[in-house]
T-cell receptor, first 113, second 112 residues
Framework: EAQVTQNPRYLITVTGKKLTVTCSQN?????MSWYRQDPGLGLRQIYY???????DKGDVPEGYKVSRKEKRNFPLILESPSPNQTSLYFC????????????FGNGTRLTVT | GEDVEQSLFLSVREGDSSVINCTYT??????LYWYKQEPGAGLQLLTY?????DMKQDQRLTVLLNKKDKHLSLRIADTQTGDSAIYFC????????????FGRGTSLIVHP
C-alpha cells in the first residue's frame, strides 16, 4: 500500500532533550516536506527536500533540522526542543517538485514540557 | 492579509448542500487544491482544479474557480455526517517557490 509513515504518533518529552521524528514513503517520491499544525494557524511548512541531499527552509524552520540521505526517508530533528514546539507535525511527499498533490502521513503529536 | 483565507466554521443540516469558500491573493499557481482532514488523521486530497478551469465536478463535489475575483469554492451536495471534517484550501507551489500555501481550514459540522 502506497503510504507515508511517521513515527511515533505521540511523543511527550522535556525541554532540551533531543528527539527525532521519522518519516518514510514507499512511493519513490522526490519531494518531501514537514509541516506543523497549530490551532487557528493551519499548516505551516518547516522544511522541504526536492531530492536526496537537497533540503531547504520552509516558512518556520527555526529550532528544526532535517536530513535526506535516502530518497524514502526524511527525518525531522529537534536538537533542543522547547515548549513552543508543542504541536501536531505532518510529513508529506509528492512525485516531483511541481504541483503534484501531496500525500500526508497521519501525524505526530508532540508535547514538550 | 493572508495569502489564502477561508472562514473557520460552517454548520449544515444533513442532506443540505455545503459551500466552503476560499480567497487567495497570488494567482500564479497552476493548481488549487481542497484537502480534507478527519479527526486524528492526516490530510487527504479531496479534489483539485487547474487554474485555467472554471469548474470541476466529481460526484457530490463541485469546485468553482473565479479567477477574476481570486475566489475558490467547494460545494458538497447532500452533505452527510461523514463529511464532518476540516477542509483546507491550498494554493499550489508556484513561481519558483516550492512551498504550498494553506488556508487555516474550515471546520464543517454536519448535524442531523
Amino acid at each position: 500500500e502506497a503510504q507515508v509513515t511517521q513515527n511515533p504518533r505521540y511523543l511527550i518529552t522535556v525541554t532540551g532533550k533531543k528527539l527525532t521524528v521519522t518519516c518514510s514513503q514507499n512511493m519513490n517520491h522526490e519531494y518531501m516536506s514537514w509541516y506543523r499544525q497549530d490551532p487557528g494557524l493551519g499548516l505551516r511548512q518547516i522544511y522541504y527536500s526536492m531530492n536526496v541531499e537537497v533540503t531547504d527552509k520552509g516558512d518556520v524552520p527555526e529550532g528544526y533540522k532535517v536530513s535526506r540521505k535516502e530518497k524514502r526517508n526524511f527525518p525531522l530533528i529537534l536538537e533542543s526542543p522547547s515548549p513552543n514546539q508543542t504541536s501536531l507535525y505532518f510529513c508529506a511527499s509528492s512525485p516531483d517538485r511541481d504541483n503534484s498533490p501531496l500525500h500526508f502521513g497521519n501525524g505526530t503529536r508532540l508535547t514538550v514540557t | 492579509g493572508e495569502d489564502v483565507e477561508q472562514s473557520l466554521f460552517l454548520s449544515v443540516r444533513e442532506g443540505d448542500s455545503s459551500v466552503i469558500n476560499c480567497t487567495y491573493t497570488d494567482s500564479s499557481s497552476t493548481y488549487l487544491y481542497w484537502y480534507k482532514q478527519e479527526p486524528g488523521a492526516g490530510l487527504q486530497l479531496l479534489t483539485y482544479i487547474f487554474s485555467n478551469m472554471d469548474m470541476k465536478q466529481d460526484q457530490r463535489l463541485t469546485v468553482l474557480l473565479n479567477k477574476k475575483d481570486k475566489h475558490l469554492s467547494l460545494r458538497i451536495a447532500d452533505t452527510q455526517t461523514g463529511d464532518s471534517a476540516i477542509y483546507f484550501c491550498v494554493r499550489g507551489r508556484s513561481g519558483g517557490s516550492y512551498i504550498p500555501t494553506f488556508g487555516r481550514g474550515t471546520s464543517l459540522i454536519v448535524h442531523p
